[in-house]
């Protein structure tokens, strides 16, 4: 018996969230399930490093899985993809030891939020940003980000109440991209890297960050969240389209 190591991306577009689902909804889990059944061998439980929402996308989201195929590992994403739909696809595959756990053995999980700034709505990005067409105060932005990197209680970002809502962001950062160059349009990445988050924590902080851009909130409102605030206190939840699992790290972050 062994245990693969692997990643995995997708488009969350028609997906209800990554986890199976009791009503047997369409998940990514469920599907990585249906397709591993296929393969000889291979025990159809694929464990994944975290979860997404419905609509959320992955570029690199680990899963374990264990086998007792004799498939050579850099053809394991061959062999899935063929079961696969074209929403889903694996990238990679390694043996890992057997104590090894996708989500346990995670050191620190990477996120990024796409938001798309210019005067018309997109067609083509519809599915994968979110479009604010009125311009962003970056600088204040930015500042906000400062108060959110540490070690903080992050309840006032949780959709649903966790057991604990303390977690650690080594990262939180904006970064603007110019898609086209000549077009009056650019895109802001957050880019959020901790230890762990809670449920609807990227989201509620992107929400918050963008009423602080738009004017609507101070910057130095941050700490006060951070310190005593609740749901009900923070901004909204962003969309879910503009967010992307980025990647997981299983040694310790390093900057």
């Not at 993809?81 to 996708?102: C, I, K, M, Q, T």
């Not at 950062?173 to 230890?195: D, M, Y």
Request: aromatic content about 8%; overall charge positive; some cysteine.
């Amino acid at each position: 018996m062994r245990r693969i190591l692997l990643a995995v991306e997708y488009d969350g577009t028609r997906f209800a969230g990554l986890q199976t689902q009791a009503k047997g909804e369409r998940t990514v889990q469920a599907v990585l399930q249906a397709a591993l059944s296929r393969i000889p061998g291979a025990i159809p439980k694929a464990v994944p490093a975290g979860r997404t929402d419905a609509g959320v996308h992955a570029l690199a989201m680990p899963f374990h899985y264990d086998t007792a195929d004799s498939i050579p590992t850099a053809k394991i994403p061959h062999a899935l993809n063929s079961f696969l739909p074209p929403d889903l696809r694996a990238l990679s595959a390694e043996e890992v030891g057997p104590d090894f756990h996708a989500r346990k053995s995670c050191r620190w999980r990477h996120y990024r939020y796409r938001i798309l700034q210019r005067p018309m709505a997109p067609s083509l990005e519809r599915h994968r940003v979110w479009w604010i067409p009125q311009a962003l105060n970056l600088v204040a932005m930015r500042h906000a980000l400062e108060h959110l990197e540490g070690e903080h209680d992050f309840r006032a970002f949780a959709i649903k109440a966790e057991r604990s809502t303390v977690r650690r962001l080594y990262r939180a950062h904006l970064t603007v991209v110019t898609p086209l160059e000549g077009r009056r349009a650019q895109e802001i990445w957050l880019e959020f890297v901790g230890s762990g988050f809670v449920r609807g924590q990227v989201r509620s902080m992107v929400g918050t960050l963008v009423e602080v851009g738009l004017g609507k909130r101070d910057s130095g409102d941050i700490p006060r969240l951070l310190e005593r605030g609740t749901r009900k206190d923070a901004g909204p939840t962003a969309p879910p389209q503009g967010l992307y699992f980025v990647q997981a790290g299983y040694t310790p972050w390093s900057g």
